[in-house]
């Protein structure tokens, strides 16, 4: 976030630089998916390519799973301990319907929030607590040697068949929550799916993930802004070095030390409270400033604002003189604002 903010001073118009701001403000507040839901921001839209942070809705879903999913573990720890699987069974099918339904009514609020989207986590809570309980996965050969075969085709299926006509979540995200599943539950260290996945390259793509999935959509949103690559295929494979690396910078120099025990607990919440609190003073003076408007040196003065601009359009409507006199040829045009718009251009030609 620090790193984007000197693209977004140069790149952005105000406008634009606070919802920036406002952006990063809600993802430190865990709730970044509910701003862009309320604010109308359509993910997979083309408007939503441009916004630095729009991924970070689903860090915010899975973050606020993890403070509320606990409380309710323990209530259920307390109170009802011998049906825990049935209530996170329950919990799932309320989840997956309500998601199917609101795909087809509300399907902005579906995608965001967290009750939809629950049931997404409740099946690797599932797992997990099977896998407790019985204290190990799968044993079945025969089981073992095909289900993580349909997994992997289950998720090749949603790759390349899936589409922005398909709502999400609905019935339709079963397809790789299923086969995600089967391939945890079902893999063996000696059949051929899990040597696959288990191969290097996919390791360490596993282990950068994280950090490739924070730089690669603001990179590319402000790559969309400034149009930087327009169909080159050299800048694309630059862009996607440049992501690769800073993923493994971010893994190794950041992700790795923040795990690593021998730092002390104070020493590593310090830090996060430093970066947050200076993140939160810059967003917050970025909004109260509007977007600092005098970033930009423009020559007639006008304000950045669909105000402004309507009421000088107006002015140039009611001013402008169709001299029949003028010896320049005549063009009739014919049409709605933008054509308005034209005119104006036109007329100082």
């Known amino acids: 976030m620090l790193v984007s903010l000197p693209f977004a001073w140069m790149y952005l118009l105000p406008s634009s630089f606070i919802d920036f701001s406002k952006s990063i403000l809600y993802s430190l507040g865990f709730s970044s998916n509910y701003y862009f839901w309320y604010s109308g921001h ?96 799968s044993k079945n050969k025969i089981l073992n040697l095909i289900l993580p075969s349909i997994g992997l085709i289950l998720i090749g299926y949603s790759i390349l068949f899936f589409n922005d006509k398909m709502f999400h979540p609905s019935f339709y995200t079963l397809s790789p929550i299923i086969g995600v599943c089967l391939i945890i539950w079902f893999s063996h260290k000696d059949e051929l799916i899990t040597k696959i996945l288990s191969l290097k390259l996919f390791v360490g793509i596993g282990l950068i993930s994280y950090s490739l999935y924070l730089w690669h959509y603001p990179i590319f949103a402000f790559d969309r802004i400034y149009e930087f690559i327009q169909g080159s295929l050299l800048k694309k494979l630059l862009l996607g070095i440049i992501i690769l690396a800073l ?44 977007g600092y408007k005098d970033r930009f040196y423009i020559s007639d003065k006008y304000e950045l604002s669909s105000t402004k601009y309507a009421e000088e359009n107006k002015k140039f409507e009611l001013n402008y003189n169709y001299d029949n006199y003028d010896n320049r040829k005549n063009v009739l045009i014919v049409g709605n604002s933008h054509a308005e718009d034209l005119l104006e251009i036109l007329s100082k030609t």
């Open 42 to 137: 359509q993910y997979g839209a083309e408007s939503g390519f441009l916004k630095p942070f729009l991924h970070t809705w689903s860090l915010s879903v899975e973050e606020q799973f993890y403070i509320l999913f606990p409380i309710v573990l323990l209530i259920v720890f307390k109170y009802f301990y011998k049906n825990l699987i049935h209530i996170l069974i329950l919990g799932f099918i309320i989840s997956l319907g309500l998601a199917d339904w609101g795909s087809r009514n509300h399907p902005s609020l579906n995608f965001y929030l967290l009750p939809t989207r629950a049931w997404e986590l409740l099946a690797g809570s599932i797992l997990a607590y099977f896998e407790i309980t019985l204290g190990h996965r």
């Open 247 to 290: 993923s493994i910078f971010s893994y190794y120099f950041i992700e790795k030390p923040f795990r690593n025990k021998h730092y002390k607990f104070k020493t590593i919440l310090s830090l996060i409270l430093i970066s947050i609190s200076i993140l939160v003073i810059l967003n917050f003076n970025i909004v109260h400033k509007d």
